[in-house]
C-alpha cells in the first residue's frame, strides 16, 4: 500500500503544481487586461525546452539541478497530502493517510528536506561561472535567511502548540479541534506574510529577477536543465502551500478538500504576486524581519505562556 | 493554429512544441525596439501564442533582430545567436536588415544579415506594426512545420562561411569558432 | 554696435576678427596656435561651459575649420542677465592635409570625447590627447568617413559588396 | 591493564619519533604514522575491557589510577582517529617546512596528552594530562612564529587561568573528601551541600568552557585556529576544543549524577536552564560572526564555537535523548571541522598559502577531490539529511520540543541557517564560480591529503545513513552514566512521539535522484563548455576580468555590522590594558637611588609609631 503512495503522491504533486504555473500566468494576464497563454502552456515550454540541445559547464552544473529537484520530490513524500486516520470513520469519502514517509521523521526532517531545492540550485549556478548567477545565489540565500527566521518561529510554535513533531498528528488534532488558523492565529497571518517570499513570486523574486540580473542563477540554463528547474519550481510551490494547508488549514478529510484548500491560498498568494512590484534585496530583509517576526514571536509568547 | 489538435501532438511532440512555445530574445538594434513592448503587453499580448520574452539567449529560441545593424552591433548578434540552444529560429525586422534599407549606402551597417547569420524570416516594413509581427511569427509557424526553418542546421553546414564572411568585415574574432 | 566683449578681446589679442551674429550669438575667428589661451581667458571670464567642438570640411579652400561652442552653466544663485545667455563661437583654421591642433583637455577636460570623435570622423590630431581611439566606429579608415573626398558608395560597394553570399 | 598499554606508546611513540628524527626524516614519517595507527588498533580492540589500575602510587599522598570505560573509550577513539588523519594529511602538507622533528613530536604529544586526561581514573592525573595538552598545544600553536606566537600567548593565558580554578576544584575536593579518586567520589558527593557543588562546577566549569570555547570565553578560538598550521588546527578544533565536552560530562553527570543537577537552583535560576541559554547564545553570535568573515579558517574557527553551543543544549538538559544527541553531536562535529580544515589547508598548499576568500574561486575544476571533501564537509555542517550532523541535531530539537522549549529551538535553528549562508559562501568563493588566471596551473591534491579527506566523507555518511552504529557505543556511555538508554534501531532512533528512520530517507532521496536523472538524459546531452563562454549581454568576457566572489554576502553587512563588534574580546584586551597599567605603576617604585629606599624605611618607621601612639596595640 505505501509503495504505490510513494509513487502517487510526487505524481499528485507534479500535475498539480504544473496547473498552478499555467494558471498563475493566465491569471497574471487577466490582471493585465490580456487573454494570457491556455492552462497547459507550461507543459508546452518543458516539451519544447527537453527538444533543446542546450550547453553545459560540467557535471556539477547538471547534477546541482538534478538534486534540486529530487530534494522537492523527497519532501513531497513527507507532507500528509489530505486524509487522516480520525477522518476515516467521519466521512464516507475519506481513504487512509497519504503521506508514504510520514511515519521516519517529522515536520523536522521537512524543514532540513527544503534546503535540497535551494542549495541544489546554488551549487549548479556556482557552476557555472556567470556572474549573474553567482549575485542572484547570494540574493537567492540572503532571502531565504531572511523568511527562514518567521518561518522558523511559525513552526516552533504550532510544534509546542500540539506538543509533537509528528506531521500527521498535528493535522489529526487540528482536525479533531479547530483549524491552526484559529488556535494560532497569528502564526497563520505571520505565514501568509511571507508565503511570496518562500515561493520566489513578484513582490520577492529579486533572486530570479529577468531584468536586473537576467534571471539570476538560471543565466547559463537552458533545454533541458531549464525544463527541470521549471518542475522543480512547480513542485517547489506545490510543496509549500501544502505545507500552509496542513499546518494552518487543518489538512484535508480527503485529497479532494486538500486540493481545492489549496487553490484557494494558492489565489490569494497569487493576487499579490499579480500586482506587486519587485523589493529591493535589503528591503526585502527588513520587511521579513519586521512585521512577520513580530507576530510570530508574540504567538509564540502566546503559546508557551498559555501552556 | 493547430495547437490543440493531439493527433499533430503525439505525432511530432517537439515540432508543435516549438511552435506554441516561442520564447523570444530581442535584440535592441536600431529603431525597431520601439515595437516589442505594444507586441508582448496587454494590447495585442504576443503570450497567448506562447512568445515569451527571456533575459538570456541561453533560455530562448527564437532571436528578433528589430531594426539596422551597424558594424558594433553585429559583434554582439554573432556571440548572442552562438550562445543559444539548437532548434533557434531568427527573424529579421523591417527593411534594413533585408537589404540596409535607407542606410543602404552608408560605411557602418551591415547590407545583408543572412551574409553573417542565417535568417528564417523577414518582416518587411519601416518597422512593422504588431499585427506585421504576428503574421510573422504566424509564417514561422508554417515553416516550422514545413522544416524549412533550418536556419541552425545551415549555419552549421556552412559555419566556415559564415565564421569566414564575420572575420572580413569584423576583422579579429576574441571568441573562439562555434564548430571547430 | 561693439559689444564690450568685442572691444575687450581685439584688446587683448591680435588678429582677432570677432562677428556678432543674431542675437546672443558671437563668433570669434581666430588663429589656431592661440586657442589654449582664449579658451583659458573665455572661461574665467564666465564661459565656463563647452557644449561643443565640431568641425566644417571647407573642401574647396582645403581647410578645415573647427568651431569651439562656448556657453555658461548659469548657476541659479545668480540672477540671468542678457549677458548670460551668450553663445560664443570659437572658430579657427587649420590645413586640411595635416590638420594638428592642440588639445583644450587642459582647459575643459570634457572635451576628450569631441576631440577623439574629430580624430576619428575627420583626422584632426590633438596632442596632448591622453587616448585617441576610435569612440563610434568600429576601426581606422584611410579616407576619416566625414571627410568630403570619401567616396561613399564605392567604399561600401569595395567592403560589402565583396562580401560573398553563403549559398544553400 | 589496557590504558596503561594505550599511554605506554603514545608517549613511548612521541619520544622515539623524535629520536627517528635525528636518524633519517622518512623513518620519522614512517614511525610516527605507524605509531597512530597502532593506538587506533589498540584502542579499538579494547571495546568492552572496561578496567581500573593505578599507576603510580603515592605520588605526594594520593595515588594515580587510569580507568577504562565507556565514555572514556569513547572519546579515545575519537581522539585517536582524528590524530590518525591528520598524520597522514601532514606527510605531505609539512614536506620541505623546517623543524618537523619538534612538529611530529608535538602532534603525537598532544594526542597522547589527551588520551591520559580521557583514561584518567583520578582529578590528579587528569590535571597532569589537563596540562601537558594545554602547553603542548601552545607550542604547536605558535609553530609558525610571527602573528602565531601572539595567538598563542593568548590562548596559554586563558587555558592557564583555567587550570588554576580548576586546581582550586581539585584542592578543595582533596581537602573535602581526602581522596580524589572519581569513582568513589561519586558515592561520597551525594551527600554534599548544594551551595558546594555549585561551586564545584562554577570551579571546574570555568576551565572546561575556556577549553570549550563557550561564549565570553571563547575569544582565543578565532586566533589559535587561523594562524595554527591546518593538519593542527584540524586536530584542535576537532578533538582537542572537545575535552571541554568531556570534563562537563564527567562532572555533572559522571561525578555528580543527574537528580542534584536537575534540581539545582531554583526555578528561573536553575543551573541547566541557565548553561542551555548560554549554548544557545553559543549558537547564534558565533556563525552570524562566520558569516562575514572573509579568512577561510577564521570563518571555521567561528563556526567551530557556534557548533559548540548545539553540544551545550542537547547536554544541559539531562534527559538520555538530550544527552545522547550532544554526545553524538560531539563526535560529528569533530568529523565534517576537521574535514573542512584539511580542505582549506590543501587549498592553501596548493595555492600557495592563500586563504582570503575574495582572491579564490573556480577550484573545482582543478581539486576535485578537495572540492568533494568540502562538499561533504558543509552538508554535514549544515545537518542536510543523509549526513550524520543531520541526526545528531534531530535529535537535539526533538529534546528542545518535547521539554516544551521553542525558544532555544527557535536560537538553534536560526543558527542553523546562518550556518547555511556562510558554508555555501566557503564552498562558492573556493571551488564555484571563475577560475582565475594564477590558478589555472593548480595540480590535484597530493594522495596522503586525499586518504583522509575521503575518510571523512565516508565517516559522514555512514554515520549519516546509519546512526544505529555509535548510537550504540552512545548508549553504553549513558548506561552507565545512570540514564534509561535510548530506544534505538540500526537507521535511527524508535521511539512512540516521532521515530528517524534514516534508510527511508536515504533510499527516497536515492530513487528520486536517479529517476530526475534518466529524465534529464532523455534530453540531449549538453554541449561541454569553457567558462569564458557565459552569457554577458552579447560581450565577450576577457579572462580574469570576472572576479564576482567578492564581499558575497554585502547587503547583509551593510545591516548587521555595527551590532557586531566582538564585546568579549574588546573586555579582555580592557583588563589586559588594566593590569599593564597597573604593572607598570609598581615598577616606578624601585627607582634604584639608594636615597629613596631610605626614605620608605623612614617613612614606614614613622608610620608604626603613629600607630602605636594612636591605638596602643602592643
Redesign the interface.
Known sequence: MRIIHVVVSPLIALTVGVLFLGLSRKIIARVHRRYGPPIYQPVIDVVRMMSQRSISHGALFELGVVLSLAGSFVTVLFIPLGGTEVSRELHPLAHGVLCPLCGSGGLLVVIYLMLFSPLGLALGAGASANPNASIGVSRKMLLALAYEVPFLLVILAVMSHYGTISFTEVVARQQQGNWGVLSVPLSAAAAFLILPAMLGIRPFDMATAPQEIASGPLAEYGGPYLALIAVQKAVHLFVVISLFVDLFLGGGVNIITFLLKMLAVFLAAEMINAVLPRFKIEDAVKFCWKWPTALAFLQMIITVVSK | MD?NQITKWLKS??K???K??L?AVY?CTGCGIIEIPPVI??RW?A??F?VL???????G?LFMITGYV???TL???I??YE?????KYTVGFGSCPIN?GMY?????T???L??YI?VDGWIAGCMPRPEAVFIGVTHLWTLIDKGKADGYV?YK??YA??RR?QE????KI??PPLYP | MTSPLQEDLESRFKDVEVRALEQNRVSVLVPSGSIPLILRYLKDNGRDHLALISCVDWIEQGEFEVVYVLTSYMPNDTEHGPGQRLHVLLKTRIPREDPQLKSAIAVFDNAEPYERELHELYGVNFEGHPRLIPLFLEREYEIPPFRKDFDMRKYVEETFGSIPSVDG | MLPAIILVIAFGGTGLVYLAGRVHPRLRDVLAVLSSLVLVGVISYGYGRWGQLTWFSKFLGVDLSLRLNALGWFFSIYIALINACSMVFSLSYMEGKERLDFYYSMMLLVSASMLGVVLSGDFLSFYIFWEIMSWSTYLLISYKRGLALHAGMKYIVMSLVGSCVMLVGILSLHAQYGTLEIVELRGLLAGASGGYIAFLLLAMGIAFGIKFAILPLHTWMPDAHSEAVSPFSAVLSGVLVRMGMYGFLLIMYSLVGIKTILELGRGAWDFHLLFSWLGALTIVIPTFIALLQDDAKRLLAWHGIGQGGYMIIGMAFGTSLGVAGGIFHTINHGSYIALLFLVVGAVEYRTGGVRDLNRLGGLMQRMPVAFLGCLVGIMGLIGIPLTNGFVSKWVIYKTLIMEGRPFLAFMAFVGTWGTVLSVYKLLHNMFLGQLPQEYSKVERSPLSMQIPILFFCLVIFVFGILPGIPLRVIQGVQREMGFEPLELTLWGVASDTGALNMLNICLALGIAFAVVFLVMRLGPKGRKVSQDDSYAAGSYVPADRYQHSVEFYNPLYRMISPYLKDRADQFCYWIADRIGGLSDSTRRIYTGYAGTYVLYIVAFLAFLIFVQLVWKTW
Open positions: 495547437r511532440p517537439a508543435m512544441a516549438n506554441y512555445s520564447h535584440f503587453t496587454s499580448d503570450e497567448r506562447g520574452p527571456v533575459a538570456t539567449p541561453r533560455q529560441n551597424s558594424l558594433k559583434r554582439a548578434i556571440r548572442t550562445q543559444m540552444p539548437d532548434p540596409g543602404w549606402d552608408s560605411y557602418n551591415i547590407k545583408h543572412d551574409k542565417p545551415r553546414k556552412n562561411a559564415y564572411n572580413l568585415i569584423l576583422g576574441d571568441w
